[in-house]
């Protein structure tokens, strides 16, 4: 019995559905088939008895949802609600979309679209020494209060970009948006084979353009290669449904997005809760 203790515990150390960085990501998108659509007639104790359940699924109350969720209403005919889930263990996320789509309301409906990721660290944000060496580059007089007060700061900073990168907090904004991206592979244009100086030069060039809209658009970018059909999942939270198109707009004339950059769907949606989207899509 020893021994199978001992194994037990070397393939629990081995494997695991657990990244050793960063929380598994799905998002997913629903529509009403037209054919259930056309044959729906629910009295108003059906809805709200449809809505309470939905509604439990979300609740606090129930020890089994994923970490963060993130429900919307989504605008044009691609789907009628989207969700974005993030859990250390994958499996939870599955469970969690199983037992939606067993809801009386959950079976109205069927997946018109979904993307797995996983989040990450960009293998291009500054360590605090390159941060260091570029200051001194820029002329900043090493060791000096001012210097070392700007060291400080980033270092603080960089502890909090991480943590919002691998297990972040949705914000409570009314707008989101989804896409999925890709670096090109053309012949003439072929990201992967830049060096890597040059690489982090364009990511920081791109990083700067974003920073224009600070306090108006956050984003979550997930990484999915190998794990889906893109290399990343670009997730956008706004204020303001406009703010999405400057931004997006804006940061396609930089020369990463411009050169190097291929984008898929785009879906954008609007923040509710459980017993709005019952009540606006039945």
């Keep these: 019995m020893a021994h199978l203790s001992t194994e037990t515990t070397q393939r629990e150390d081995e494997f695991s559905l657990t990244p050793g960085d960063g ?12 054919e ?9 104790e059906e809805k709200a008895k449809m ?8 609740s606090v109350e129930n020890s089994t949802r994923p970490h963060r969720h993130f429900l919307s209403l989504l605008s044009g005919g691609k789907a009628d609600f989207g969700l974005v889930l993030m859990d250390p263990d994958p499996l939870v996320l599955i469970r969690f979309q199983r ?35 570029r200051l001194v580059r820029e002329g900043e007089e090493e060791g000096s209060p001012g210097f070392q007060a700007k060291v400080d700061a980033y270092e603080h900073r960089q502890k909090e970009m991480k943590r919002q990168r691998l297990t972040p907090v949705f914000p409570d904004w009314p707008v ?10 053309h012949p003439d244009t072929n990201w992967y084979l830049l060096n890597f100086e040059e690489r982090a030069r364009l990511t ?8 224009q809209s600070k306090g108006e658009v956050t984003q979550l ?17 706004a204020k303001r449904p406009h703010f999405i198109k400057e931004i997006v707009y804006r940061m396609r004339f930089d020369e990463i ?26």
Excluded at 36 to 44: G, K
Aim: proline share 3%; glycine share 6%; net charge negative.
């Design 221 to 237: 970018v997930t990484a999915s290669t190998g794990l889906d059909n893109w290399e990343w999942g670009v997730t956008l939270w």
């Design 204 to 211: 920081a060039e791109h990083a700067r353009s974003g920073m």
């Design 99 to 133: 037992s939606l789509l067993g809801t009386a309301f959950g079976r109205l409906f069927a997946v018109t679209y979904s993307y797995t990721s996983i989040s990450e660290i960009s293998e291009y944000l500054p360590s605090k020494e390159e941060f260091t060496a």
């Design 23 to 34: 929380w598994h990501c799905t998002h997913l998108f629903y529509q009403m088939p037209q």
């Design 51 to 58: 809505a309470s359940e939905f509604n439990a699924l979300f």
């Design 257 to 282: 997005s411009a050169k190097y950059s291929d984008f898929g769907q785009f879906f954008i949606g609007y923040n509710s809760s459980p017993e709005i989207v019952v009540e606006t899509l039945t």
């Design 36 to 44: 259930v659509r056309a044959r729906l007639a629910l009295s108003s």
């Design 176 to 185: 989101i948006c989804f896409y999925p991206m890709n670096r090109r592979r």
